[in-house]
């Protein structure tokens, strides 16, 4: 009998020895490609909530925005994403060549060469105008599948490109018109998530954007070509215009040009607001000699 339970229990350790073990924080499994942190479902909920909440509290906070945007790109949208990649021939090539955008494979210094219309020249200028530099993007940690994080790195330095396209600035408002076009073409949760940040605007933006841009967006986003197949190394001189027209995308209202504008026509008003000093009445010529 002993040696039954014996024989028995010899059985239920080799079986526990062959099967994997699970998925825990004690016990993570290796990772898939150079940099990868794998996430455990709690582990992917909590990265979720608290990098949604850092961002909203600071939308400056890039690496907490990314970290967003790969908690929630899983399970289901990074995969469509890729998708749409491998059912178009140029997101196919790029999926197999996997290009890196960053100031060591764009020469910038060439780049300004390029006409002001081509996309070359676009991208260099708006990266001059705003201070923004290809190479401040966070390298993906979150996704594990190895291709999907290359679909989620590629979306993420492509982003300028399309600030430089549409012609949208880095600050607040500009950036969420951005991200409403992006969530419409895209569908990652995390470019929906970032229009919440529509509640940091002031009422007079706020009212501008859902009159203008989040119309525009959404028009365009849906109407336009899956944004994450252009092959932007191969399109450096092509025109803009061009461009735009090939992906089916509407230039947006100017929106630094709109704000410069009320600027000055704020200014204007409250200059005309400020009542004018009365002007001392001059002395007569025979009053002077009469003080004298």
């Not at 908690?71 to 994403?81: D, E, Q, S």
């Not at 890729?82 to 960053?102: C, V």
């Not at 001059?128 to 599948?145: A, F, H, K, L, N």
């Not at 490109?161 to 949208?168: E, K, N, P, Q, R």
Request: with cysteine; glycine share 6%; proline share 6%.
């Amino acid at each position: 009998m002993a040696s039954a339970h014996c024989r028995q229990a010899a059985v239920f350790l080799l079986h526990r020895q062959g099967r994997p073990r699970a998925f825990s924080v004690l016990h993570r499994p290796a990772p898939n490609y150079a940099g990868h942190v794998p996430l455990t479902g709690l582990e992917r909920v909590a990265l979720a909530v608290g990098s949604a909440i850092g961002s909203m509290a600071n939308p400056r906070r890039g690496d907490l925005i990314a970290a967003l945007g790969e908690a929630t790109a899983t399970p289901y949208f990074i995969y469509r994403l890729r998708d749409a990649m491998l059912s178009d021939a140029t997101g196919r090539r790029i999926l197999r060549d996997r290009p890196r955008i960053s100031s060591q494979t764009m020469s910038l210094p060439a780049l300004r060469q390029l006409p002001a219309t081509s996309v070359g020249g676009r991208y260099a200028a708006w990266l001059d105008r705003e201070g923004v530099s290809p190479d401040t993007r966070e390298q993906v940690r979150y996704i594990d599948d190895e291709e999907c994080a290359y679909v989620m790195q590629r979306y993420r330095e492509c982003h300028d490109f399309y600030h430089a396209i549409t012609g949208l600035p880095v600050f607040v408002e500009g950036e969420i018109a951005l991200k409403a076009f992006e969530f419409a073409n895209t569908l990652l949760p995390m470019t929906g998530l970032s229009l919440f940040a529509v509640l940091r605007l002031k009422r007079e933006e706020r009212s501008r954007f859902f009159r203008v841009y989040l119309p525009w967006a959404l028009a365009n986003g849906l109407r336009a070509k899956e944004i994450v197949n252009v092959y932007w190394e191969e399109q450096l001189e092509t025109p803009v215009e061009v461009l735009r027209a090939q992906l089916g995308i509407e230039m947006p209202v100017d929106l630094r040009e709109t704000r410069r504008k009320l600027r000055l026509q704020k200014k204007k008003v409250a200059r005309e607001a400020v009542p004018t000093a009365p002007t001392a009445p001059t002395a007569a010529a025979g009053d002077l000699g009469a003080n004298a």
